[in-house]
């Protein structure tokens, strides 16, 4: 027959419970880290295009040979844009929307991620793009061209000597706990002022084991491509087929820092 148990032997069971949900809270509350977002709401405030231009007269003499250079810009309907602003706030919200406290700002700092993935990237398993998810991004949109594909967009090349993707230059950041080394993945810089600018404006491919996310770093109210100042900027491949009027939709998040 079992004894029964002292009050010192209850107490010291109940601490020894009481340990271990402690424990078991703590290692929950651990995996509750913060990752990007899906914004609140998206705001369209314009949706612009560059403008098709009329001929331009040439008129010369009959038996004349003009020898002519043409210029032109056409728009690359193989890309579009997202620039914009980044509004928010910090604060303790329960699951019904029901916010205890919050602290607003007037300067976002962080990151705004594009992916034509529907489902929740993977945060934890973020890393950089190589060459090999790049070359199956190009294959998915037929971006056949050497000139504005995504490998040469983003500059990456393959270093035949370590097997490994070059990339270009891009400061460190993080997303959610994961860490992301400067200089370390395919990276692209999007225009100030309609120049080309190597100091503002990094977009990198980043990679969460099934798709790839770009990623646009925020400059906080920079000067952007068009003399307006803007929080981010980014581009993002679109089908590429010859007479396709394809739209691809993409899913944004945002994290701030």
């Known amino acids: 027959m079992k004894r029964p148990e002292n009050k010192e032997e209850v107490v010291q069971n109940l601490i020894v419970i009481l340990l271990i949900i402690g424990i078991i809270l703590l290692f929950s509350l651990a995996s509750i880290n913060a990752v990007p977002q899906g914004p609140d709401s998206i705001n369209v405030t314009a949706n612009e ?6 001929g331009k007269e040439i008129n010369i003499s009959g038996g004349y040979i003009a020898t002519l250079n043409l210029s032109t810009t056409t728009k690359n309907t193989h890309w579009k844009a997202f620039v914009g602003w980044i509004n928010g ?9 029901s916010t205890i406290f919050d602290w607003g700002f007037t300067s ?3 990151r705004v991620f594009a992916t034509k993935n529907s489902t929740t990237p993977t945060w934890t398993n973020i890393n950089c793009s190589n060459i090999t998810h790049l070359n199956n991004e190009n ?6 061209s050497p000139n504005d594909n995504l490998t040469v967009t983003f500059n990456a090349t393959f ?3 370590n097997n490994e993707t070059e990339s270009g230059a891009h400061e460190s950041f993080y997303v ?4 992301i080394t400067a200089n370390s993945c395919p990276t692209t810089n999007t225009y100030t002022n309609n120049q080309s ?6 977009e990198v491919a980043l990679y969460d084991g099934s798709d790839i996310i770009y990623a646009a770093l925020s400059e906080e109210g920079e000067v952007g491509f068009d003399g307006n100042t803007y929080d981010f900027q980014m581009i993002v491949p679109e089908d590429a087929t010859p007479g ?6 993409y899913y944004l998040y945002i994290e701030l820092d």
Request: proline share 0%; hydrophobic share 20%; no cysteine.
């Open 176 to 179: 959610g706990t994961i860490s």
């Open 108 to 110: 976002a700092s962080g």
């Open 49 to 54: 295009t560059k403008s098709d231009v009329s």
């Open 244 to 249: 396709s009027d394809t739209r691809t939709a």
């Open 197 to 202: 600018d190597q100091n503002y404006w990094e």
């Open 139 to 144: 294959t998915y949109f037929n971006h056949t």
């Open 159 to 161: 270093n035949e000597s």
């Open 89 to 97: 706030q910090f604060a303790l919200t329960d699951q019904t929307g």
